[in-house]
């Protein structure tokens, strides 16, 4: 399994952005798969996550209601769209993915590169 995120970029801050993150090599209808992030200085965060059926999705308390995750089965894709976007959620942002339980960050054992989101004050 291969992850590639992409997405990323300069935004000010109330701006939006959309993260996207392509699964190959296996069936993506089996993974589970996440968004985590990680701010320069500070340990990796887990932001958001989808199961494997799209049917049930999980968020950190600091994105509830600005971040939706999705995923597109015809296109091996899940989304993280990301609307106003603060300075605090500057981080290089890496999706993941498990067949293990989705909620569960430590089960997140294939990893794709990490894409850099920077908002502007």
């Known amino acids: 399994v291969q992850l590639q995120a992409s997405g990323g970029g300069l935004v000010q801050t109330g701006g939006s952005l959309r993260l996207s993150c392509v699964l190959s090599?296996?069936?993506?209808?089996?993974?589970?798969l996440g968004w985590f992030r990680q701010a320069p200085g500070k340990e990796r965060e887990f932001v958001s996550a989808?199961?494997?059926?799209?049917?049930?999705?999980y968020y950190t308390d600091s994105v509830k209601g600005r971040f939706t995750i999705s995923r597109d089965k015809a296109k091996n894709t899940v989304y993280l769209q990301m609307n106003s976007l603060k300075p605090e959620d500057t981080a290089v942002y890496y999706c993941?993915?498990?067949?293990?339980?989705?909620?569960?960050?430590?089960?997140?054992?294939?990893w794709g590169q990490g894409t850099l989101v920077t908002v502007s004050s």
């Open positions: 090599g296996r069936s993506f209808s089996r993974f589970g």
């Open positions: 989808i199961n494997y059926r799209g049917d049930n999705t």
């Open positions: 993941a993915a498990t067949l293990l339980y989705f909620r569960e960050p430590e089960r997140y054992d294939t």
